[in-house]
Nanobody, 116 residues
Framework: QVRLVESGGGLVQPGGSVRLSCAASGFTFSRYAMSWYRQALGKERELVAAITSAGGSTNYADSMKGRFVISRDNAKNTVYLQMNSLKPEDTAVYYC?????????WGQGTQVTVSS
C-alpha cells in the first residue's frame, strides 16, 4: 500500500523556520521524483519545490527561491522541505507528491500557519 505521510507543520512566527518531512512507503522511493506543493485557503494548489530521484537536481517556485530547500534521503525513504524566513503568505497546507511517468501519489498534507 502506497503511503506518503507529511509531518512537521504547525504554527510559526513570521521570520521563523520549520522543516517538513514526508515519509514514503509502499513503492520504490528512489525511482520517483518528489515534490512539495501547497494550497492556501481559497487558492489553487501550487508547486513549491521538486527534486529528482537521485537528488541531483532541484527546482523551486520563484517566490520560494533562497528561502526554501528541498532534500531527500533515499536510505530513509524521506523527502524534506526546510522553510526559512517564513511569511504570513506562506500559510497553507503543504502536500508531498511522488511521481514516476504516469504514476503520481499524494500525501494528506500538513498545515503550516505563519502568524504572530
Amino acid at each position: 500500500q502506497v503511503r506518503l505521510v507529511e509531518s512537521g507543520g504547525g504554527l510559526v512566527q513570521p521570520g521563523g523556520s520549520v522543516r517538513l518531512s514526508c515519509a514514503a512507503s509502499g513503492f520504490t522511493f528512489s525511482r520517483y521524483a518528489m515534490s512539495w506543493y501547497r494550497q492556501a485557503l481559497g487558492k489553487e494548489r501550487e508547486l513549491v519545490a521538486a527534486i529528482t530521484s537521485a537528488g541531483g537536481s532541484t527546482n523551486y517556485a520563484d517566490s520560494m527561491k533562497g528561502r526554501f530547500v528541498i532534500s531527500r534521503d533515499n536510505a530513509k525513504n524521506t523527502v524534506y522541505l526546510q522553510m526559512n524566513s517564513l511569511k504570513p503568505e506562506d500559510t497553507a497546507v503543504y502536500y508531498c507528491n511522488a511521481e514516476l511517468f504516469r504514476l503520481s501519489y499524494w500525501g494528506q498534507g500538513t498545515q503550516v500557519t505563519v502568524s504572530s
